[in-house]
């Protein structure tokens, strides 16, 4: 997972199609927040998060707010609902495999991205 080294958005676009990457020597994939615009080739790579989670929400959603990573989750904190939904829908969301590492009775958690 990229992140933005300006805003720290993930939601990131790679610009670089990955076969012509392989194919020329020393061309280095392009990065694009979608966030904040901000484009470059050094996007670092970010393998956990710490977030919030607020669940009981009108819809599922990730704010960056002040540096802070909080999702909103429609399903209810009990029977482990909000934290089957809350990787449902990032994993969906980022395209990879996604894990609570802790917090998984907490609203604060770490999550781990497990890419392919
Ligand atoms: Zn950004």
Known sequence: MNICP???????????NLD????AFGI???????????????FPEVKSLNIK???NSKKNDLILKDGNYIVN????PEDNKANLELIKFL???FNTKVRI???LTSK?????????
Request: charged residues 25%; glycine residues 4%.
């Open 6 to 16: 300006k805003c720290k958005s993930l939601e990131v676009k790679c610009l670089t």
């Open 20 to 23: 012509y990457k392989v194919v």
């Open 28 to 42: 280095s994939a392009v990065f694009k927040c979608l966030n904040c615009n901000f484009q470059g080739e050094i």
């Open 53 to 55: 989670v607020r669940p």
């Open 73 to 76: 989750i429609k399903a209810p």
């Open 91 to 93: 994993s969906k969301k």
């Open 101 to 103: 590492k802790s917090g």
């Open 108 to 116: 604060n958690k770490i999550i781990y991205f497990d890419q392919a």
